[in-house]
């Protein structure tokens, strides 16, 4: 098998000379290169003893530990499809995901017994061919508010994790600071791509606590976070220049920066936050420099092989400077979504002749004379909530369900800790019981999707179609969390 035909073989070969230095440090363990290369072989050949075969998918729901990462790579390793979940989905939510993704193995809650036949199995041998294959599938939100399956190949993932393990200057003599979630892309792919690529060592934390962080931050080089992290390590009036003496590098993204945020990051730390933007269906399309000007409110330019522009309503480019929706072409796009072929079709833009169609991302923004992108907003109602994706409508479609409630509009305003905060605007009668809502949602939706505040009205806003009138919501709860 060509190596450059499996993403694991790619990895490996970045860390192949390093096999006894240090992959992840946990708070309980040390495991290294060699560990995980293991521990990942035997758990493919545990897969395979478990009847998982090539193209197969396998959904996992477990907490953040080494043996999910094994896990996940032991799923390259195999050439399954790797569909990780959060944590936090409740029961009706994951039935909904196997059901869709009809997997040949669903691991949830605990790794143990898997773990368990693993030890007993001898590492399986040369990883399987996935040349223009799936990989890894991972759900994002769609219009009806369930959820899609965004596929994403070998060929994907290989080339962002190496574009981006150059762009951002990584080496055998880093240290990251992980703390984010490893069903994201993020987290997933991003960080430990960019790590294992170099080799270097990844200070693996359970979750953002910022005792934790701190204390990790010193003697560290790279840090990624979603704008939370960074807010909250503001919040910290003694956070500062000590805390980061070792760093070189701090990287945002999975939901917008505020100008604030890294105008008062920088002045106490001495360090201008390095903000990127991708998305699930493309892995990150670009950057703000390593070198050079990191411009507050821009994402920067895209990255290399990755062409971007934004087109007026029919299509058209936008001049230079002009807001229009963002669309995207390059290696790093995703195959298509799971089943859904009228979806995949229509996210996408003819791009002529020998050329890669454009995939429609939906948000808003504009391209300037450098190539530089800066977001405007975006063209959906997606809500980020601690750089977590949250549609409004899959909430909608439960608060009217409850007993008392006419109608229901779910937005995303601006909240100090978590950048969107989720509000429910409802339309009730006299008999509706407030607390009827947290019922209807306890145990049906993450928690993290729960309104953050309700407010009831006497009707919504709506345009001349009918249709509500979201952004009249957004400007009259906009400080609403202030």
């Known amino acids: 098998m060509d190596p450059s035909h499996n993403l694991y073989a790619i990895l490996r070969a970045g860390f192949a000379d390093r096999l006894d230095m240090v992959f992840l440090r946990t708070p309980e363990d040390v495991v290294t290169y060699r560990d995980i290369d293991e521990q990942s072989g035997r758990l493919a050949a545990a897969l395979g003893s478990r009847g998982v075969v090539p193209g197969d998918r396998v959904v996992v729901q477990v907490a953040k530990s080494a043996n999910a990462v ?43 017994e898997l773990v368990t036949d693993a030890a007993g199995c001898e590492p399986l041998g040369s990883p399987a061919d996935r040349a ?43 240290v990251l600071v992980h703390a984010l979630p490893i069903f ?27 005792s934790a962080v701190r204390a990790a931050l010193r003697g560290s080089t790279v840090m990624m976070g979603v704008p939370t992290f960074y807010s909250r390590l503001l919040a910290e009036p003694d956070f500062g220049v000590d805390d980061c003496r070792t760093m070189r590098l701090f990287i945002s993204g999975s939901a917008p920066l505020t100008e604030s945020v890294h105008a008062a990051f920088a002045q106490r730390t001495g360090h201008r936050i390095l903000e990127r933007y991708g998305m699930t269906e493309t892995g990150m399309i670009t950057s703000n420099p390593l070198d050079g000007d990191r411009i507050a409110g821009t994402v920067g330019h895209p990255l290399p092989d990755v062409e971007i522009r934004a087109v007026d309503e029919h299509g058209a480019a936008c001049p230079t400077g002009a807001v229009g929706v963002v669309e995207v072409r390059g290696p790093n796009v995703f195959a298509g979504y799971w089943r859904m072929p009228d979806k995949t079709a229509s996210s996408f833009r003819d791009g002529g002749d020998d050329s890669l169609d454009w995939f429609v991302t939906g948000d808003l923004g504009s391209v300037d004379t450098y190539g530089r992108l800066t977001l405007a907003g975006r063209g959906t109602d997606l809500i980020i909530s601690g750089g977590l994706n949250i549609y409004p409508k899959e909430i909608e479609l439960l608060l009217d369900d409850v007993p008392g409630v006419v109608e229901s509009a779910v937005i995303g305003v601006p909240h100090p800790d978590l950048g969107d905060g989720v509000l429910a605007v409802i339309v009730a009668a006299a008999d509706f019981d407030p607390a009827a809502i947290a019922a209807a949602l306890d145990g049906r939706l993450a928690r993290f999707k729960h309104p953050k505040h309700v407010a009831v009205v ?25």
């Open 70 to 112: 094994a896990l996940y790579l032991a799923c390259l390793r195999a050439g399954a499809v790797y569909v990780p979940l959060n944590e936090a989905y409740t029961d009706e939510e994951v039935a909904y995901f196997v059901e869709d993704a009809q997997p040949a193995l669903v691991v949830r809650g605990s790794l143990d």
């Open 132 to 174: 223009g294959q799936t990989a890894a599938m991972l759900y994002t939100s769609g219009t009806t508010g369930k959820p899609k399956g965004a596929m994403l190949t070998t060929e994907n993932l290989a080339s962002n994790a190496r574009a981006l393990a150059g762009l951002w200057g990584f080496s055998a003599d880093d």
């Open 184 to 210: 994201h892309v993020h987290g997933l792919f991003i960080a430990l791509h960019c790590a294992m690529l170099r080799g270097c060592e990844v200070r693996f934390l359970p979750r953002f606590e910022v």
């Open 458 to 482: 006497t009707d919504l806003p709506r345009n001349a179609m009918g249709k509500v009138e979201k952004a009249a919501l957004r400007r009259a709860y906009v400080d609403v969390f202030s």
